[in-house]
Every structure is written in C-alpha cells, then in structure tokens.
C-alpha cells in the first residue's frame, strides 16, 4: 500500500436531479458507490471517505464496511462536499473522485495521486484517455480536453477540440471524473465564484483554469461510463456482461 498524506473523498449526492439515488442504483448487485470506493481502497494511496447528505447512502457504505462522513444538503458542487468532509483531516492531498464512475481503474486514482506527487507545479490534477470515437466527440455529455505537451489541460469543453481545420489532426482526450487538489488549491477553488466560462460550459474545472490554476492530466486507458441517467446504467450493466464474458 502507498503512503504520502492523501485522501480520497468520493462525493455521493442522493439527490441527483436526472437520477435520484443513482449512487445507490445497483450494479451487478453492488451500489455504483461501492464499485467507487473498492476502487479507491484498491489504489491504496490513503484513507478513503465516502461524502454524502443522505443517511441512506450512509448505510449503505457502512453496510459493504466503508466510512462515510455526513455534509451539508446545501453543498453547490460536489467540490464543496469534498472540502466538508476532508475538514479537520490533515492530509495535504484530496482527490476528488466522483461517486456515479464505477469502473475507475485503481491505477487512474494512483496517476492522478502522483502528479500532485511528483510535479510542483501541479495546483490540482485529473486523468483523461485518449478520444476516438467521433459519437463521443459529438457528444455533449462527453467533456473533452485539449493539453500542452507537458500535459498541462489547456480547456475543457463539451464542443469536440480541437477542430481540425482544412483536415488537420491532434490528438484528442475524454476527461474522466476525478480531480486531485493541493488542499491550498482546493481551499483556493471553493472560494472562487463561479466563472463565465464555467458557467457557459457548466464545466466547474474551467473555474479554475480561468483563476490561473494549473491542472495537469495522466493519460491512461480507461472506458468512461457515468452514470447519470438509467440509461447509463443499462451501458455498465452491458459493458460488465462483455468484460466478463457474459451472455
């Protein structure tokens, strides 16, 4: 197991306005939470909390033996959430990792850990994989990213980046949920009001970047699935049947 004073907050909201209790929406039998948190206890990159304002979700965690921390119905962002439950704690890293993305690799949540590790001028960081399938480039609902060479996210949008004008090509990037905070720069985002950008996009990283913060991203191979509406849940329940080799 690794150390080196991080916490992981895995925020799961039961009040979702497109699908309410999507966290605890079972998945090959297991709550989408719980597929979250064995992720996180996997990466091993420090104590795991599960952040939520409903007691159902807490006995849920402490039901399959995770810890969960109650915070405020009112929190305006799962970020916010992040910050009330990692409160008090002394840990001087907190990711973020989103309590509706069930197939997050174990080895995502340690890229992400290692940049913040490893790269002083990393304010936060996060994890993309590479893009190729032009439906999900269209896709509004797929957040994309453009990166500098060093891997520093240069913007975030809904719309497919880069364009490639008169048949130019570049390599593009699907942004996975999960952020990785300094606790300054955590402290820093939540203090910040919501920007033009972000509010454009509704794209809260874009808050950050139009503030000066630098986020670097990890590439790495993953399949993203959210789960936001029952129909994304029908996709993991088909995208665990194909992986496992099921009928």
Partial sequence: MRSGGCLVVI???????????????????????????????AAG?????????DERVRRAVAAFGGNCVMTPRACPSGSDRVRAAARGLREPLVINLQGDMPFMKASTIR???????????????????????????????????ALARD???????????????????APRFE????????????ERFVSLRPTPL???????????????????????????VAIDTPADLGRAERLLKTTRGEK
């Fill in 11 to 41: 925020p799961a909201r039961y009040g979702s306005t497109r699908f309410p209790g999507k966290v605890l929406a079972l998945l090959a039998g297991r709550p989408v939470v719980e597929w979250c948190w064995r992720a996180a206890a």
């Fill in 175 to 186: 942004h996975l949920g999960i952020y990785g905070f300094r606790r300054k720069a955590l």
């Fill in 198 to 224: 972000e509010r454009c996009e509704r794209l809260e990283q874009l808050r950050a970047l139009e503030d000066g913060m630098t986020i670097y991203a990890a590439v790495v191979s993953e399949t993203p």
């Fill in 151 to 169: 891997g520093r996210a240069l913007y975030f949008s809904r719309a497919p980046i880069p364009y490639p004008r008169d048949g130019g090509a």
């Fill in 45 to 53: 990159v420090g104590p795991v909390l599960v952040a939520t304002e």
């Fill in 111 to 145: 890229r992400v850990a290692d940049i913040l590790r490893h790269n002083a001028r990393a304010d936060m960081a996060t994890a993309v994989t590479p893009l190729r399938d032009p439906r999900r480039s269209a896709d509004p609902n797929a957040v994309k990213v």
